[in-house]
T-cell receptor
Framework: DQQVKQNSPSLSVQEGRISILNCDYTNSMFDYFLWYKKYPAEGPTFLISISSIKDKNEDGRFTVFLNKSAKHLSLHIVPSQPGDSAVYFCAAGQNTDKLIFGTGTRLQVFP | DVKVTQSSRYLVKRTGEKVFLECVQDMDHENMFWYRQDPGLGLRLIYFSYDVKMKEKGDIPEGYSVSREKKERFSLILESASTNQTSMYLC?????????FGQGTRLTVV
């Protein structure tokens, strides 16, 4: 029973365009959501987070949107760059006591 | 500015061996986690710890144990390594608003 789902295993986007990565969750008690980026053979690195009291958080080229009624969050990257090519994981939790991760989406940004 | 350090990047062990994976964090976080990452399965939680000497099972604890004798150190133990434990192992520590991962340990059991 996956509480956090990333239904798209992969995504290809042209450089300069917008990348949209999606994540759905089932547990309405989650109050904190995070996005991580992972390169091969490295640990995930924190990208951006959002708490359940907000519906948008922006940091440079990265914006996370939260739709609590739909239990859905998305990460927008604009403009996309080749260095953004990686696997992206969304995670959800309650005060990050126990983070539940999705299965990841592999983003490929091509020239 | 290293925050979470895992003792090894790559390990090769034989079936049946006892394996220790060490993780140290320098952020004074109370929460620490061990995950494994496998293709198509994402990050799966093995064990986590809220405090020294505290541990709780995650989603896939079978075949593993942990030790948290000091706040900064969280060890994952494979009592008798098996080939299906070949994986990338990731340690993390967290506060209420952030979580950081180590660089990962690629373990191969032959």
């Amino acid at each position: 029973d996956q509480q956090v789902k990333q239904n798209s295993p992969s995504l290809s986007v042209q450089e300069g365009r917008i990348s949209i990565l999606n994540c759905d969750y089932t547990n309405s008690m989650f109050d904190y959501f995070l996005w991580y980026k992972k390169y091969p053979a490295e640990g995930p690195t924190f990208l951006i987070s959002i708490s359940s009291i907000k519906d948008k958080n922006e940091d440079g080229r990265f914006t996370v949107f939260l739709n609590k009624s739909a239990k859905h969050l998305s990460l927008h990257i604009v403009p996309s760059q080749p260095g953004d090519s990686a696997v992206y994981f969304c995670a959800a939790g309650q005060n990050t006591d126990k983070l539940i991760f999705g299965t990841g989406t592999r983003l490929q940004v091509f020239p | 500015d290293v925050k979470v350090t895992q003792s090894s990047r790559y390990l090769v062990k034989r079936t049946g061996e006892k394996v220790f994976l060490e993780c140290v964090q320098d952020m004074d976080h109370e929460n620490m986690f061990w995950y494994r990452q496998d293709p198509g399965l994402g990050l799966r939680l093995i064990y986590f710890s809220y405090d020294v000497k505290m541990k709780e099972k995650g989603d896939i604890p079978e075949g593993y144990s942990v030790s948290r004798e000091k706040k900064e150190r969280f060890s994952l133990i494979l009592e008798s390594a098996s080939t299906n434990q070949t994986s990338m192992y990731l340690c993390a520590s967290s506060s209420p608003t952030e979580a950081f991962f180590g660089q990962g340990t690629r373990l191969t059991v032959v």
